[in-house]
């Protein structure tokens, strides 16, 4: 080859760049091209179809509750022919795409169930928050899942005027933050609709007939409405990888917050947290808290590897003699540290607990949740002088011992019993803060596999049990356990009606076939929820067992 078309060859070269190999002509036509590629559509849909099909969300989930719902508005005979023709994931809504749709219903979970108004419209529902049954709203699709659509809300098109009263929003972050979803709707509203969680759980969930459950009372309300919550927990984001962490030190000791730094809560339906200045529905102890609190997370971010969460916590001042009978002292401060003690106050009685640890977080309702149980056990034994009223307690789930303390002045022998050491070291102090003797109340350390055994002592016949387990309920070891014990009342207070309505539906139907007027048929008595997060579509429940 001579010099110069050496030359030439390595400009050529050169301009293709180092590594590059001269592209080779496809030997497929356009045609096979698009075949090759539909196949792997085709493939990849195949494979996303039988995992979505394959997919059955857990029992009493959130997304269980709302597929329920979607169900009974849909018909399980539409829903049933969809799953046999091969249709129920069929979307008639691509993603991303924006529709006006009516809103037909509510979920127990507080969203919208809307539907396209169109005659040749497949049924589907499109699941959107922050509107209301009769309502038209404006959605964006962002995923499409088994006969339905999760939308994000846009806006209301038509709205329900007989429901809605944006009047009433507090919240400037409302429609945004996914943390409330009935600031629109007056406080008479939000406690029917929630009656009506109550009611279509034990309908859905306890597998119990109609005449077994007594009318569902109504909700009780929460004394305080906005500023209530004396728990919140803000997060952020770590720095991005990119950033130089040097430059931001200089940037953040000024105060200078980065454009890329969100403190505060998450978007609805999404991962990603936005700005907060403030929260309504907590209490003003920690609104007055959360400025400073957030300025030491922007002078201190680029120490942070990792996001983090922030705990802000009201207590009663530790520092001041705890007096159970003077409130006069009384000084409420925001906790920030995970391992602190924290003092409640809870009508007449004062709680200890570790800042980390479960506590109800409104205090508010407090006092007429704990009278509520301790009433309604007490009514079912009018006469004090009756020989079959139950003279021990059993407090299971105990945590730092609210229902074993509130309710003890009715009971000569009360036990709390809890898996948390901890716990029960703040329990055993609480007892004591109270005035309670030792000789009285016991707390004592329960292994969930024999958690009965540590009150054998007990007569079950003269027993009352609280039971108020944590969201996922009871497991079927502590059911069998509870009905081998099987204690005079059962008061089981949940956080989650589903659950309870479950296990409660277990309960009953173990013993049905047991003659009545022996003592072992456990009837429901009572069944009536509470508000403890009014703006949430969240409602917790009471159920009064009994034996008889």
């Not at 590629?37 to 997919?55: E, F």
């Not at 919240?171 to 933050?177: A, D, L, Q, R």
């Not at 977080?361 to 009018?382: C, D, G």
């Not at 009285?440 to 329960?446: H, L």
Request: with cysteine; proline share 7%; charged share 25%.
């Amino acid at each position: 080859m001579s010099s110069s078309k050496a030359t030439e060859a390595e400009t050529k070269l050169s301009e293709k760049g180092p590594g590059k190999r001269p592209r080779v002509p496809s030997p497929l036509s356009q045609a096979e091209k698009q075949a090759k590629r539909a196949k792997s559509v085709a493939r990849a849909t195949a494979k996303r179809l039988k995992k979505q099909r394959g997919h059955v969300p857990e029992v009493c989930s959130p997304e269980d509750v709302r597929w329920t719902d979607i169900v009974s508005l849909l018909g399980q005979d539409v829903v049933d022919k969809a799953a046999e023709d091969g249709s129920e994931f069929n979307s008639p809504f691509l993603f991303k795409s924006e529709v006006e749709l009516e809103v037909k219903a509510i979920s127990s979970n507080g969203e919208g169930l809307a539907q396209s108004d169109e005659e040749d419209s497949n049924p589907w529902v499109v699941v959107v928050p922050f509107c209301l049954p009769g309502e038209r709203v404006k959605c964006r699709v962002f995923k499409n899942d088994r006969m339905h659509s999760l939308a994000d809300f846009m806006q209301i098109i038509r709205p329900n005027s007989v429901l809605r009263d944006n009047e009433k929003v507090n919240c400037k972050y409302f429609s945004k933050c996914g943390g409330c979803q009935y600031q629109m709707l007056s406080y008479e509203t939000q406690l029917a609709f929630k009656r009506n969680v109550v009611v279509k759980a034990y309908k859905n969930y306890s597998g119990l007939p109609e005449s077994t459950i007594p009318e569902i009372q109504p909700t009780i309300g929460s004394p305080l409405q906005y500023g209530y919550r004396t728990k919140i927990t803000p997060h952020f984001q770590a720095p991005p990888p990119k950033v130089d962490r040097i430059a931001l030190q200089a940037q953040v000791e000024n105060g200078d917050k980065p454009d890329w730094l969100q403190i505060g809560f998450n978007i609805q339906s999404q991962n990603k947290v936005f700005d907060i200045e403030e929260c309504p529905i907590a209490t003003p102890v920690l609104n007055r808290a959360l400025p400073e609190i957030f300025q030491n997370v922007v002078k201190t971010i680029h120490t942070y590897k990792k996001g983090a969460t922030l705990l802000l916590r009201e207590s009663l001042d530790t520092s001041v003699d705890p007096d159970p009978s003077d409130t006069s002292k009384d000084t409420k401060l925001c906790i920030t540290n995970n391992h602190a003690s924290i003092r409640e106050r809870v009508g007449g009685f004062l709680f200890e607990y570790v800042a980390s640890s479960f506590f109800q977080n409104n205090n508010a309702i407090l006092p007429a949740l704990t009278s509520y149980v301790r009433e309604a056990v007490a009514s079912l034994y009018p006469d004090p002088d009756d020989p079959s009223r139950p003279t021990h307690l059993i407090d299971t789930y105990c945590g730092s011992g609210l229902f074993a303390i509130t309710l003890s002045p009715d009971f000569s022998t009360v036990a709390g019993i809890e898996i948390s050491a901890d716990s029960i070291l703040y329990a055993k102090r609480n007892a004591k803060l109270n005035g309670i003797a030792a000789e009285k109340m016991t707390f004592r350390k329960g292994d969930a596999a024999e958690i009965f055994k540590t009150v054998s002592d007990f007569p079950p016949e003269k027993t009352v049990m609280v039971i108020d387990p944590p969201r996922k309920g009871c497991d079927d070891l502590f059911i069998e356990q509870l009905l081998e014990f099987r204690p005079k009342v059962v008061a089981y207070v949940s956080c989650n009606v589903h659950t309870q309505a479950r296990d409660v539906g277990k309960i009953l139907k173990a013993t049905q076939d047991s003659v009545e007027g022996e003592g072992k048929k456990y009837v429901l008595e009572s069944l009536r929820g509470f508000d403890l997060f009014p703006q949430t579509a969240h409602v917790e429940s009471v159920a009064i067992l009994r034996l008889v």
